[in-house]
């Protein structure tokens, strides 16, 4: 469909409208090899676009989805040492989406995946602090663990962090399950704070992210997310 130029060069987000028009009034717009001026339309799927002899995409579609990451598996698109990506388990979603955080080669759980790059550096700028929920299994001086850890006020290279939430799941001789909520997101923060701790992490599982929950998606697999789910997301 025939669009203003204008419009389908800040669709593509590569400037504003305003930019557009001047760029397009420098002649630094070309349509099919011949200049364009302010005003004129073009169909992306029919047209060849160009921006300072850059052709001009049509904006991708916008996916979204979650990830139940196994363990093994590194939270990145490609890996020079050949190991298992998060990329090839959604490779058959649509589109080249990237992980929204991270989780390390040992871990497990909830990933958001997407091309929204606004989105993305929504939720991973420090100010929003979207709080993370995981299932922790430990293992050491258990008794007073969620005392400990809820305690923890900074890590090891003295990076202040919010106080956790943490909640006893379960507790058998020296190994305990909690149930731990974070509001940073600090780079291998809980093992972080259990290494503080004296406790040894046997098993580390992501089961939320804001308001999306992990529920009962198998590990491998992946979903898209729902229009709701998307919505409450860009509110954060």
């Not at 130029?5 to 397009?24: N, P, T, Y």
């Not at 993370?132 to 305690?151: D, E, P």
Request: glycine share 8%; charged share 30%.
């Amino acid at each position: 469909m025939e669009e203003r130029l204008q419009k389908l060069i800040s669709a593509a987000g590569i400037c504003s409208r305003r930019h557009a028009e001047a760029l397009l009034a420098e002649g630094k717009v070309t349509v099919n090899g011949a200049p364009a001026h302010v005003g004129d339309r073009a169909d992306p799927d029919r047209d060849e676009v160009r921006v300072e002899g850059v052709l001009l995409r049509r904006q991708e579609k916008m996916v979204y989805l979650m990830l139940n990451k196994p363990r093994g598996v590194v939270t990145t698109l490609q890996d020079e040492k050949g190991r298992p990506t998060v990329a090839d388990l959604v490779k058959d979603c649509g589109a080249r989406v990237y992980p929204i955080g991270r989780l390390d080669m040992d871990s497990e759980g909830l990933l958001l995946l997407t091309n929204d790059g606004t989105l993305m550096q929504r939720l991973l700028h420090p100010s929003f602090a979207v709080d993370k929920t995981y299932r922790v299994v430990v293992a050491g001086a258990v008794g007073q663990a969620a005392r400990r850890l809820a305690a923890v006020r900074a890590l090891e290279d003295g990076t202040a962090i919010r106080p956790a939430q943490v909640e006893i799941i379960r507790r058998g001789g020296e190994t305990a399950e909690l149930e731990i909520t974070i509001h940073e997101g600090k780079n291998r923060q809980i093992r972080r704070m259990c290494a503080l701790c004296e406790l040894h992490v046997k098993r580390l599982q992501r089961v939320q992210e804001h308001s999306l929950c992990l529920g009962g998606l198998p590990p491998g697999k992946w979903r898209y997310l729902t229009e709701e789910e998307i919505t409450d997301l860009q509110q954060v």
